[in-house]
């Protein structure tokens, strides 16, 4: 195995490199007393171990670490410092072991069998089920397993979570770094920034490997992609089952009912994320549009109750189209029930007064003066 040593001080690294050579077979392909070559190495020797030193003046050793999973999410890291108060940050990123300075050589050892091991745990390759992953977007974010269980993650931070979900939303896509720290860190400065980019990063991979096979994030040297396999969204699906139910007839009005039934939230509804409108309206076009060609169906078949029932639905959810009070004062009006018809137009000129600052459009607004002029 090939292992990289980085410390600043040469004379720590000539006497790890010393127990290293008496306690074990790696194969040492650098030692390094300036950090930011470092990543450059983990690159070009394809290393499988960094000890690390964490106080160098350069760069923090915990945000190197990180920027090296980045690289490489399998590889092995060891730190080696003379401050345990970085202890808890260290097991943190998932290294694999930590070594306080002065090093002594048993404790070196103890490293050695720790490495061997998870080489061995890795050797064995990971049973993936060809079962699909359902990643459900509707309102909140949650995974629903190859189990069928639904489970919700615990994002490290709302910025890790917000990262992967845009990752998840430009699925298959190029997404520049620079676009990425513009959408998140933008108040930071930029080498702050990136450490953060790849702070989170590492965590979404983290967050990943619980799901072998489903996800790949492709780290390029201009961005990201993450990609997907055997892996469903559920307003996709659902939008498949909604055109495949088209055109509405008496043949498959229950199918298209049923299916509408699936769309709970609109996409991404719970944050308050901009760059999902656009998605988010897509998604909300389908659902309006579906709605009032039920609506329109029960209508045209004399159903009156089940078109109030969808009319109804779309008002609360567009209290402002006009168009579905229009269809109930209609509806109300078939089933002489004059009460509402007035109650309907009411609410309609209530709404449009105080949402948006303007009353019904002429052609209702006649319609209701003649149904008045012969029913009240």
């Not at 171990?49 to 999410?73: R, T």
């Not at 469903?232 to 909604?242: A, F, M, R």
């Not at 298209?256 to 999902?276: G, H, K, S």
Request: hydrophobic fraction near 40%.
């Amino acid at each position: 195995m090939k292992a990289i040593l980085v410390d600043d001080e040469q004379i720590a690294l000539d006497f790890l490199e010393n127990l290293l050579i008496k306690t074990s077979e790696l194969q040492i392909v650098a030692k390094l007393t300036n950090p930011l070559l470092v990543k450059d190495t983990v690159k070009k020797t394809k290393s499988d171990i960094v000890f690390l030193d964490i106080n160098m003046p350069q760069v923090n050793g915990l945000e190197l670490a990180e920027q090296i999973l980045e690289i490489n999410p399998d590889i092995h890291i060891v730190f080696v410092t003379a401050y345990d108060e970085y202890a808890i940050n260290a097991f943190e990123i998932n290294a694999l072991d930590y070594l306080l300075k002065p090093i002594r050589i048993d404790r070196l050892q103890k490293t050695m069998e720790r490495l061997k091991n998870n080489v061995v745990l890795q050797s064995f390759p990971n049973k993936v089920e060809t079962k699909s992953l359902q990643l459900n977007v509707c309102g909140n974010f949650s995974i629903t397993n190859i189990n069928d269980e639904i489970e919700i993650i615990s994002w490290r931070t709302a910025k890790v979570k917000e990262l992967f979900l845009y990752l998840l939303h430009k699925r298959e896509k190029l997404v520049r770094k620079s676009w990425l720290i513009e959408l998140l860190w933008s108040d930071l400065e930029p080498e702050r920034a990136y450490a953060q980019l790849y702070t989170a990063i590492y965590h979404v991979r983290k967050t990943l490997k619980k799901y072998p096979g489903f996800f790949k994030l492709e780290n390029t040297t201009e961005g990201y992609i993450l990609s997907t396999k055997n892996v469903v969204i559920n307003l996709e699906l659902w939008k498949e089952k909604i055109y495949s139910a088209s055109p509405i007839s008496s043949d498959n009005i229950q199918l298209c009912i049923e299916a509408m039934e699936f769309y709970t939230a609109p996409y991404f509804d719970e944050y308050d994320y901009w760059w999902a409108e656009s998605e988010k309206n897509r998604y909300e076009k389908i659902w309006l549009d579906t709605s009032l060609k039920i609506a329109e169906f029960y209508f045209s078949s004399g159903q009156y109750e089940d078109a109030k029932d969808w009319y109804l639905k779309i008002t609360t959810h567009y209290p402002e189209l006009e168009q579905a009070h229009f269809a109930l004062m209609k509806l109300f009006s078939f089933t002489n029930d004059n009460v509402n018809v007035q109650h309907q137009y009411e609410k309609l000129k209530e709404i449009l007064k105080y949402e948006l600052g303007t009353v019904p459009e002429a052609m209702i607004t006649n319609w209701y003066a003649q149904w008045r002029k012969y029913n009240m």
